[in-house]
């Protein structure tokens, strides 16, 4: 007995370790997509979904992995929440990933597009908030971290009302400059990529309560649904 948990430890520390390395390859996706849109750097949006496809072997594997230690040793109670954790939170970081590939195939299509300053401005802020949501929810996964998972689904709300403000002054300039309704509507886009990670990363947030609770809750519902 002591060694069949013994084995189901070792394997439970791989899919943790293996789920960290996938957080930090999303992370710097995250990272290197909006440095890309505001630099209107092409190579490194190429770069970034080249990158991508890593994310998806990652998540991939750790499916394989946890519904292997599921099928062999049968968890229960706590040691099963936390496969289901590394599951279903390794799943909404991955779409994170996606959401970092939409952001590079919008700085390409907009390669040498009419710019507004003022917009890039706020998407650069926007996206700086996003990159640290999703470091800050990572950490809280690691160290099991209830009372910052709470936070930081909070923290969505910023993500919320920068969607709206810049969704708002990108109306007022197509209307007012109609050689401006190319780049309004992928500015709008990237805002809208920027905000959808928000509600993965309080999804994350979500699995770290069940993680420590037990319990399945909803955070920030009608930042979810307010779209």
Known sequence: MKKLRKTFNNELSK??????????????????????????DKALAHNVI??????????NELEKMTLEVI??????TADLRDV???LKASSDIERIGDHAVSMCNATIRMKG???????????????????????H????????????????????RFLDAELRKIRQRCMTVMQAAPAS??????????ATYLERIGDYVTNVCEW???????????????????L
């Open 181 to 190: 309704v190319f780049s309004g509507s992928y500015y709008i886009s990237v």
């Open 71 to 76: 099928a062999l040793y049968q968890p229960v």
């Open 113 to 135: 597009s009419q710019r507004i300053a003022e917009i890039e401005v706020e998407i650069a802020k926007m996206g700086d908030y996003t990159c640290s949501m999703v470091e």
């Open 208 to 226: 770290i309560v069940f993680l420590q609770l037990g319990e399945i809750v909803e955070l920030n519902p009608s930042s979810k649904n307010n």
């Open 50 to 59: 080249v990158r991508d496809q890593a994310i998806n072997e990652c998540e």
């Open 84 to 86: 289901i954790t590394i």
């Open 15 to 40: 899919m943790h370790v293996r789920f960290a390395e996938m957080g930090m390859m999303v992370h710097e996706a995250i990272f290197r997509a909006v440095k890309a849109f505001v630099d209107h």
């Open 137 to 156: 929810v990572l950490d809280a996964y690691v160290n099991r971290n209830l009372e910052r998972a709470y936070q930081i689904a909070k923290d969505d």
